[in-house]
Each structure stands twice: as structure tokens, then as C-alpha cells.
């Protein structure tokens, strides 16, 4: 099974600041089977990323993915009031298959 | 549009059964398959498995084998998950979730679309 691990566990940014979140695998994900969704409080998750890097329909480009193998890393350019939640990446890479998710990155205003 | 509607909150007795139900509208529920998702209180997010809604074929995820059951009634686009000799453990939200890739043959894809969640809560 891969194992992903998310850091920092809470980040903590102030509206209009650059945020770096991280997402390493225990071994490398094939072409790229990694995706990021956002969770809110009470909500279900939403989908960000997939592929490492492809925006998913009607996500706002100061969302951004990147990385390969075993490091990736999820980028939200200009924070914005609304994105302050949970993010969770998740490997659908593995043979056979077994799709697994981090732990989560609490992303909370400063 | 594209959307998934889950089946209320339920509260059970250890050692009885749930049948949580996901149905789907504004798309071909046969051409996408649909993944169940488990979110234990305060905690992240653990995939149970997958069931092929065009051939109905399951597949589940180490340590959801036994108790747990997919299923499918395509007449009215809707997918299943059955769980038997509930424990406390079992308390969380559960979601069914849409896999992105059209007519996948296997579990290699993200989640675009997510019913809203249901509470099982297990409890005496």
C-alpha cells in the first residue's frame, strides 16, 4: 500500500498569501495518479487536481498541482477568504489497486 | 445536473445492519463507476472500494471485505452499501463518490463527484 503523508499538518496564512502544501508517497506513484480535494466543515470533499498538475472543471487557477514520483505539491497562489479548510491528496496509482488518501493539511487563517 | 443524493443520517444498535443508498441523476449511471468513502469523526478520509456500474463487479479495499456489500439497482440509478454486524467503529460519515474516468474498468482514477454524506452512528 502506498502511504502518503501530508505537511504540514496546519498551516497557518493570512488572506492574499501564498500557500505550499506537500504530499509525499512511500513509493512512486504511477504517471502521475495523484489528486488534491478541499474539505470543508460539514461538507463532503471537492476535487482540485488530478493528474498532479489538470484543474478539475470550475476550479479557480490560483489553484495549481505539481510534482512527480514521490513528491507533489499543491499551490494556492493568492489565498481567498473561502479556502481556508481541510486539503487531502490522494494516490490512485497502485497495482493492484488499492487508492489511499493523506492525512490532511488544516489550512487555517492567521 | 450532475449530482448525488444520499440517504439520511441513521443511528443502530451494535450487531444490526445499514443499507446506505446513492442515487445519481443528470448523467449515465452505467458509465461511470462509483466509489464508497468512509470518514470516521475528526478523521481523514478512507477508501472502502469500488463497484463497476456497468457490470455490477465489486471491488473492496483491505479491511472492508466480509461485512461490507456494494450493489446496484440501474432501473433507478442508484448504488448501495450494505453493512452487516455493526460496530462501534463503524460510527462515521460514509460517501459514495463518482469516479472521473469514463466506463473504468479498474479502481485508477479521482473522485468528481460526491454525495453529500451519511452519518451511521453506532451505539447502545
Known amino acids: 500500500e502506498i502511504v502518503l503523508t501530508q505537511s504540514p499538518g496546519t498551516l497557518s496564512l493570512s488572506p492574499g498569501e501564498r500557500a505550499t502544501l506537500s504530499c509525499r508517497a512511500s513509493?512512486?506513484?504511477?504517471?502521475?495518479?495523484l489528486a488534491w480535494y478541499q474539505q470543508k466543515p460539514g461538507q463532503a470533499p471537492r476535487l482540485l487536481i488530478y493528474?498532479?498538475?489538470s484543474r478539475a472543471t470550475g476550479i479557480p487557477d490560483r489553484f495549481s498541482g505539481s510534482g512527480s514520483g514521490t513528491d507533489f505539491t499543491l499551490t494556492i497562489s493568492r489565498l481567498e477568504p473561502e479556502d481556508f479548510a481541510v486539503y487531502y491528496c490522494?494516490?490512485?496509482?497502485?497495482?493492484?489497486?488499492?487508492?489511499?488518501f493523506g492525512q490532511g493539511t488544516r489550512l487555517e487563517i492567521k | 445536473q450532475v449530482q448525488l443524493v444520499q440517504s439520511g443520517s441513521e443511528l443502530k444498535k451494535p450487531g444490526a445492519s445499514v443499507k446506505v443508498s446513492c442515487k445519481a441523476s443528470?448523467?449515465?449511471?452505467?458509465?461511470?463507476?462509483m466509489n464508497w468513502v468512509r470518514q470516521a469523526p475528526g478523521q481523514g478520509l478512507e477508501w472502502m472500494g469500488w463497484?463497476?456500474?456497468?457490470?455490477?463487479?465489486?471491488t473492496y479495499a483491505q479491511g472492508f471485505t466480509g461485512r461490507f456489500v456494494f450493489s446496484l439497482d440501474t432501473s433507478v440509478s442508484t448504488a448501495y452499501l450494505q453493512i452487516s454486524s455493526l460496530k462501534a467503529e463503524d460510527t462515521a460519515v460514509y460517501y459514495c463518490?463518482?469516479?472521473?474516468?469514463?466506463?473504468?474498468?479498474?479502481?485508477?482514477?479521482?473522485?468528481?463527484?460526491w454525495g453529500q454524506g451519511t452519518m451511521v452512528t453506532v451505539s447502545s
Open positions: 490522494q494516490q490512485y496509482g497502485s497495482s493492484p489497486p488499492q487508492i489511499t
Open positions: 463518490a463518482r469516479d472521473r474516468q469514463w466506463l473504468a474498468r479498474v479502481p485508477r482514477s479521482a473522485f468528481d463527484i
Open positions: 463497484i463497476n456500474t456497468n457490470t455490477g463487479n465489486p
Open positions: 443528470g448523467y449515465t449511471f452505467t458509465s461511470y463507476a
Open positions: 513509493q512512486s506513484v504511477s504517471s502521475s495518479y
Open positions: 493528474g498532479a498538475s
